[in-house]
């Protein structure tokens, strides 16, 4: 998996992700999440529009990640998931959790 990340302003960092969110990721994940919140970080979007698959480790990943940023969906949105995740977080009920877009430029402009 490859993991980069910019900031869009002040408080707000696009994570970009490619590759599978698995048991092999999930802890580069968290540890990108941490290293955000070390830089002050308070809003997140992570794009995943480069993840073709999102396992229960990945999962914990991202649920890891929103505890990171206070709990609150509207710190850690979701943008572009591709088929596998969007069913996984329809299955699991995370679609309930999270708050999921189907652009970055629409989780951007979400407020």
């Known amino acids: 998996m490859e993991i980069s990340y910019n900031s869009l302003g002040s408080d707000t960092y696009l994570v970009k992700l490619n590759g599978a969110l698995n048991a092999r990721s999930a802890e580069d994940a968290k ?16 794009d995943l529009s480069g993840v073709p698959f999102i396992d229960s480790s990945g999962l914990a990943a991202l649920v890891s990640g929103l505890k990171t940023f206070g709990g609150d969906a509207q710190n850690l949105r979701l943008a572009a998931p591709q088929s596998q995740a969007r069913l996984l977080f329809e299955l699991t009920m995370f679609d309930r959790v999270f708050q999921i877009f ?4 629409e989780a951007q402009n979400s407020d």
């Not at 540890?31 to 992570?46: C, H």
């Not at 189907?102 to 430029?105: E, M, Q, T």
């Open 31 to 46: 540890q990108t999440f941490r290293d955000l919140s070390d830089k002050s970080a308070k809003r997140v979007i992570i």
């Open 102 to 105: 189907d652009s970055v430029a």
